[in-house]
């Protein structure tokens, strides 16, 4: 048996658990459901497909009933109302019973067909991300998402193309140590990549919206914006927060000295006058500031110190899980 035959048959040898979060996309359910289906049946060995409803009003709980009744891959978990996309997910993730873990969006614009390159990926790698590198979206919405992974690449460290892509597959370890609440669902790969998994990612194809409407707006920017914020304090500064709020205070102080400093040496030595000069208060309240965030990060070291998990670690694998071997005594002739 040649290499390729060898490699197509431990990729088909997979179990799999397609995630799908969505509100109010009743009319591509049933379209989604068959093309999916036909991509698993044919690139795994078992599979199950888990909708989760975040609450529609437009009876799409009714048609994933429909699909259930004729496939009993379908599994279904159904929100009382809209408790957004990181919920679904976690309870997506908590409902997948196999070993692999692929997300998806239902609005079909992330092709079902792209699925099993990014399966096969995962033999590589922990955390495998679709890259939507010719999107047909408008302008403004490909400016934005350009400007978005840019400023998370360089801010977190993270180099993906597109780290907002909903089609992504994770090895279950992942999941099990990367915890996701609020808008962080945005942010697994840092997350992942902080615990040490390691990061791929996939071109795939994108279609056009057919259906529906998209809810990217001024909200989803302003909570994206607050999440990656608290994602880069959680992964860089959550042992040493006197790192972080330190340095800012470090250079407000320094700031604010410089500018007192410069005004009371003008003041002896020219004898200029300081009470109409705005640069006086300004600096003053640079170094109240400053002194402010010093004191907050060390308060944050103490809130930290008792609250300091004892595994911020990832452990990958230990010598208790090898095999009996034969030690260097054993092996001698």
């Keep these: 048996m040649d290499t390729d035959t060898i490699k197509s048959a ?29 991509v698993l049946r044919e690139s795994t060995d078992q599979y199950e497909i888990i909708f989760v409803d ?39 993730f908590r409902a997948a019973r196999f070993s692999i873990v692929a997300t998806m969006d239902a609005d079909l614009q992330d092709l079902p067909e792209e699925l099993p390159r990014l399966i096969r990926e995962l033999e590589d790698y922990d955390l495998v991300s679709g890259w939507r590198a010719h999107r047909n979206d408008k302008f403004s919405r490909r400016l934005a998402s350009r400007i978005y992974n840019s400023t998370t690449s360089v801010m977190t460290g993270v180099s993906l193309h597109d780290i907002n892509c909903g089609m992504k597959c994770y090895r279950r370890e992942v999941l099990e140590e990367v915890m996701i609440y609020g808008e962080r669902h945005r942010y697994i790969p840092v997350l992942a990549s902080y615990r040490g998994f390691r990061l791929g990612e996939v071109k795939i ?55 007192d400093l410069y005004l009371i040496v003008r003041r002896f030595l020219f004898d200029e006058w300081l009470s ?35 595994d911020d670690y990832s452990i990958v694998e230990t010598s208790e899980d ?12």
């Excluded at 009319?27 to 989604?32: F, K, Q």
């Excluded at 009933?65 to 997910?89: E, H, M, Q, T």
């Excluded at 920017?221 to 709020?245: E, W």
């Excluded at 640069?279 to 809130?303: D, K, N, Y």
């Design 54 to 92: 975040d609450g529609s009003r437009d009876g799409s709980i009714e048609v994933i009933k429909k699909l259930r009744a004729i496939d009993p891959a379908v599994r279904y978990v159904r929100f009382r109302r809209n408790f957004g996309k990181s919920a679904a997910l976690a309870a997506g």
């Design 10 to 38: 431990d990729s088909n040898a997979r179990s799999v658990s397609v995630v799908i979060p969505l509100l109010d996309e009743r009319p591509t359910l049933e379209e989604l459901h068959s093309r999916l289906s036909a």
């Design 322 to 333: 090898e095999k009996e071997q034969p030690t260097l005594a054993e092996g001698r002739v």
């Design 276 to 310: 109409n000069r705005p640069a006086l208060i300004i600096g003053t309240l640079f170094v109240i500031v400053g002194v402010q965030f010093i004191l907050f990060g060390l308060l944050a070291e103490m809130i930290a110190f008792s609250y300091r998990r004892e």
């Design 205 to 259: 194809g994108h279609a056009e919206r057919r259906h529906g409407r998209s809810r990217y707006g001024i909200e989803r920017v302003a909570g994206g914006t607050f999440s990656l914020m608290t994602v880069i304090l959680l992964t860089r500064y959550t042992n040493k927060p006197l790192h972080f709020f330190g340095m800012m205070g470090m250079l407000l102080l320094a700031a604010g000295s410089a500018m």
